[in-house]
């Protein structure tokens, strides 16, 4: 058994605040994206309702147990690979082929394709964000060392630490996040962009990416043994929101703030 649990952490930054424009109300990537989500969740629920799926299912119970940090890795490429290797999110002009001619706001650009037409892009995620120079630019996510851990190259101040017990900062919010009952043994190891830290419970494993207004956090089980209750702490003076899912046939951990 090995299950893929998700959880977004979005905090409010006043410099994001001011878009020069308005987001629309409907984002048509957004629809779309969660469409393709709800018919790819009936796919597997009818999927995993087949005897073979049953069948390997109980074998799966106890095929993960006791990995160490290498093997729990491999288990997530080999069972969650598009998880692990997609993006968290993608900035405007990051597809095959096309290029940002210039930004209208912080939530807008004008794209182009080869020798296409340009088109409108808006996003109710920023889509630039003001660089080390103080230069408004393209968000880009790519981690990058910084001090005793990682943060991305042009985003909202996000800090991901080596040592998992140190938690994740937020330092514009003053905002930190951690795991309940971490060793301060974990540490970080670079995955596709991700923070991956094996072992943060019982057979189960973690992994963190940037998104341009927080993270996305995800728990690996790999086994019966792994804990139902995965707690995650907030701890700041501000209002925060934190949105869960189910990962690819999972189960949803209860979070305690």
Same mark, same amino acid.
């Given at each position: 058994?090995?299950l893929?649990v998700?959880?977004?952490?979005?905090?409010?930054?006043?410099?994001?605040?001011?878009r020069?424009?308005?987001?629309?109300?409907?984002?048509?990537?957004?629809? &779309?994206?969660l469409? &393709?989500?709800?018919q790819?969740?009936?796919?597997e629920k &009818?999927?995993?309702a087949?005897?073979q799926a049953?069948e390997?299912?109980?074998r799966?119970?106890?095929?993960?147990?006791g990995?160490?940090?290498?093997?729990?890795?491999?288990?997530?490429?080999?069972?969650?690979?598009?998880e692990?290797?997609?993006?968290?999110?993608?900035?405007?002009g990051?597809?095959?082929? &096309?290029?940002?001619?210039?930004? !209208?706001?912080?939530?807008?650009?004008?794209?182009?394709?080869?020798?296409?037409?340009?088109?409108l892009?808006?996003?109710?995620l920023?889509?630039?964000?003001?660089?080390?120079?103080?230069?408004?630019?393209?968000?880009?996510?790519?981690l990058?060392?910084?001090?005793?851990?990682?943060?991305?190259?042009n985003?909202?101040?996000?800090? !991901?630490?080596?040592?998992?017990?140190?938690?994740l900062?937020?330092?514009?919010?003053?905002?930190?996040?951690?795991?309940?009952?971490v060793?301060?043994?974990?540490?970080?190891?670079?995955?596709?962009?991700?923070?991956f830290y094996?072992?943060?419970?019982?057979?189960?494993?973690?992994?963190v990416?940037?998104?341009?207004t927080g993270?996305?956090?995800?728990?690996?089980?790999?086994?019966?043994q792994?804990?139902?209750?995965?707690?995650?702490?907030l701890?700041?003076p501000?209002?925060?929101?934190?949105?869960?899912?189910?990962?690819?046939g999972?189960?949803s951990?209860?979070?305690?703030?």
């Open positions: 058994m090995a893929f998700f959880a977004a952490v979005v905090l409010g930054d006043a410099s994001s605040s001011n020069g424009g308005d987001a629309p109300a409907n984002d048509p990537q957004m629809e &779309q994206a469409a &393709q989500s709800q790819d969740g009936e796919r &009818q999927r995993r087949t005897p049953r390997e299912r109980m799966s119970r106890s095929a993960y147990r990995s160490d940090g290498a093997k729990a890795l491999e288990v997530a490429k080999a069972k969650f690979g598009h692990v290797s997609t993006p968290a999110w993608k900035s405007a990051e597809e095959t082929g &096309q290029r940002v001619v210039k930004f !209208l706001s912080d939530h807008s650009a004008l794209i182009e394709a080869g020798s296409g037409p340009k088109s892009v808006e996003s109710v920023p889509m630039r964000s003001t660089d080390q120079t103080g230069q408004p630019a393209a968000i880009d996510l790519g990058e060392r910084h001090g005793n851990g990682f943060k991305p190259k985003a909202a101040g996000t800090e !991901l630490p080596d040592h998992l017990a140190d938690g900062m937020f330092p514009k919010s003053r905002v930190r996040l951690g795991l309940g009952a060793g301060a043994g974990v540490t970080a190891q670079s995955v596709d962009g991700k923070l094996a072992d943060v419970a019982h057979d189960t494993d973690f992994f990416a940037p998104t341009p993270v996305r956090t995800y728990h690996q089980l790999r086994s019966d792994s804990p139902e209750d995965l707690p995650l702490n701890r700041g501000i209002r925060m929101s934190w949105r869960g899912g189910r990962g690819a999972g189960r951990g209860r979070s305690r703030w």
